[in-house]
């Protein structure tokens, strides 16, 4: 009993949704997200060296409205408003640059650091390089020489050199120089080891609104704000770009790792009830599992087959001998006895009968004559048991007269 019911549950139909549930289970639960030893990233959330919530709460002491963005990028998004992006560890997707870069056409500001390869790079036709720790502020190109101008460029050098340098992303081979556009571009300029100079922060007009481009954001951190240097840059920062204190300074989290969708249970709930491709998807594994309780599923108990024992050759003959000796099967038992005869020795006698056979071999072997006799009246003819055994001895001898 305990042995069918250990049967039943490791049917199919039970072990495999099993099993199913149990790696979709781990997949969807097993820990994810950022992980390292040194927590580098530029996030407001972090009271850290490297982290920005310094920044953030200078800003927000200075008067500017400073939120966080803890979902992604999706149109229509604010115009009014200014993006920070600061470097995150997960590249925004290229729905979401299309989204931001909307927004910047009609009036919003970015302020971001793209690496080379990104979405938001490829979108800019800008991208920041490795680190070259020989950079050191000299000059900025600046359409006029005012005030603000000259603020800014004095921040920049009390806040230190630039590790990092803008190049653009190359249309082609042919692109050796670096080509930005001069009437819609303002740079600011570090010298390199080779004497050239490099753009450090670029402002770029486009459409109505603004994108502050930076190669190195290491001003930003925690460690450079504290001594005020890098909080002048990057208040100088934003004034330069125009950044009227009464909109919003959105400082994006949700790439840095933070948001309710960032877990791995809240993305793929997103991704397979959120989406069309997903719903899909959800709708064709729960058909699967309907036609797998279908098949696997018999509404009638199977009934057991019954075995057939089979006889041992030996047990077969003494089963017939005791059948034919029940019903005193004399003249069945001779027709056998006679039809293995014939099988060893044909005589040329083809399908006739198994008299005409008898006659035959009397006629061929004389000196079995007699016993053929014998055998073609226990054909025909009951025969008790005494001298029915007398019809093996006649077929021994035939057997020994045949083949001496």
Do not use: C
């Not at 939120?67 to 009014?80: G, I």
């Not at 919003?108 to 050191?136: K, M, N």
């Amino acid at each position: 009993m305990a042995e069918r019911r250990v049967d039943w549950w490791l049917r199919p139909v039970i072990v495999l949704p099993v099993l199913g549930a149990l790696l979709l289970a781990a997949v969807i639960f097993s820990p994810g997200g950022y992980t390292s030893s040194v927590d580098a990233r530029l996030t407001t959330y972090s009271t850290t060296p490297f982290g920005t919530r310094a920044l953030y709460d200078v800003l927000g002491r200075l008067g500017w409205h400073v939120v966080r963005q803890r979902t992604a990028f999706r149109a229509p998004m604010d115009s009014t408003g200014t993006y920070l992006i600061l470097s995150p560890p997960y590249d925004p997707s290229a729905t979401e640059v299309s989204a931001l870069l909307d927004a910047v056409r009609r009036g919003a500001t970015i302020v971001v650091s793209p690496d080379a390869g990104s979405a938001l790079a490829d979108s800019l036709r800008i991208r920041r390089t490795r680190f070259d720790q020989d950079l050191e502020v000299m000059r900025s190109d600046t359409a006029d020489a005012s005030d603000t101008a000259r603020a800014f460029v004095a921040a920049v050098i009390n806040a230190g050199g630039f590790s990092r340098y803008l190049r653009p992303v190359a249309t082609s081979e042919r692109d050796t120089e670096p080509v930005f556009p001069p009437d819609t571009t303002t740079l600011l300029r570090v010298r390199a080891d080779s004497g050239r100079l490099r753009p450090a922060v670029m402002t770029r007009k486009l459409g109505k609104g603004t994108a502050v481009i930076v190669a190195e954001l290491g001003f930003v951190r925690n460690e450079n704000v504290r001594d005020t240097t890098g909080m002048i840059l990057a208040v100088r920062l934003l004034e330069r770009a125009g950044i009227d204190p009464s909109h919003r300074l959105v400082f994006d989290e949700y790439h840095q790792g933070f948001g309710d969708a960032t877990s791995m249970s809240g993305v793929i709930g997103e991704a397979l009830f959120g989406t069309p491709v997903g719903r899909a998807a959800v709708q064709a594994l729960i058909a699967g599992v309907i036609l797998l309780l279908a098949v696997g599923i018999r509404p009638v108990a199977p009934r057991e087959r019954p075995s057939i024992e089979r006889r041992s050759p030996l047990e077969h003959v003494g089963a017939l001998r005791l059948a034919y000796e029940q019903i005193h099967a004399t003249r069945l038992a001779t027709s056998r006895l006679v039809r293995g005869l014939r099988r060893r020795h044909p005589l040329g006698a083809g399908s006739v009968a198994d008299d005409a056979y008898l006659s035959l071999l009397a006629q061929r072997v004389p000196a079995a004559a007699g016993d053929a006799a014998l055998l073609q009246r226990a054909l025909t003819t009951q025969m008790s048991p005494p001298d029915w055994v007398a019809v093996g001895g006649a077929i021994d001898h035939i057997e020994r007269a045949i083949t001496p």
